[in-house]
């Protein structure tokens, strides 16, 4: 059995190779037919690996074009839970209002993440009466470009 730990991409290398080594052994036998259905094993070993090869090309490519097309995605969304980084779609200079009251708005100046309070947005607001301050992501929404 293969180690349930490991990744898929671990799992069909390790599959491939079991298929090489078993082709290798069925091509040293001595009956014809045998040593023919080798081939056969051969080939799905090859094709695994470069699988396993073209996944991973198109993955850091998917990437790529996620971060040209939107900056804020930092990381493979497709690495599963195990990562440690997290998307947000608040950048600097992004338009966002309060969910609580939608008519103070204003500009994101920076971000940060602060153990206590969780991830928090500098918010630089457009009414000359609201303070610039530190606001709770989960209290922001993002405005739809007018």
Same mark, same amino acid.
């Given at each position: ?7 898929? !991409? ?6 491939? !190779?079991?298929?090489? %080594? ?5 091509? +040293? ?7 023919? %259905? ?9 094709? *695994?690996?470069? &699988? ?8 850091? #490519?998917?990437?790529?074009? #996620? ?9 493979? &969304?497709? !690495? ?23 008519? #103070? ?21 457009? !009414? +000359? ?12 929404? &993002? *405005?739809? +470009? +007018?």
């Amino acid at each position: 059995m293969i180690n349930p730990n490991k990744t898929l !991409s671990q799992k069909a290398l390790a599959g491939a !190779s079991f298929l090489r %080594m078993h082709a290798e052994g069925m091509s +040293e036998d001595d009956d014809f037919f045998i040593a023919l %259905m080798s081939e056969p094993h051969v080939i799905a070993a090859n094709a *695994i690996e470069q &699988l396993v090869k073209e996944n991973a090309e198109l993955r850091a #490519q998917l990437v790529a074009f #996620q971060k040209a097309a939107n900056p804020a995605v930092a990381v493979d &969304l497709a !690495s599963g839970p195990d990562t440690t980084a997290c998307y947000t779609p608040f950048v600097k200079g992004a338009r966002v209002c309060l969910k609580v009251h939608p008519y #103070q708005r204003g500009t994101i100046a920076n971000t940060r993440f602060d153990d206590r309070r969780g991830y928090l947005i500098s918010v630089r607001f457009d !009414s +000359e009466f609201e303070n610039n301050r530190w606001v709770k992501a989960n209290h922001l929404e &993002l *405005i739809p +470009e +007018e």
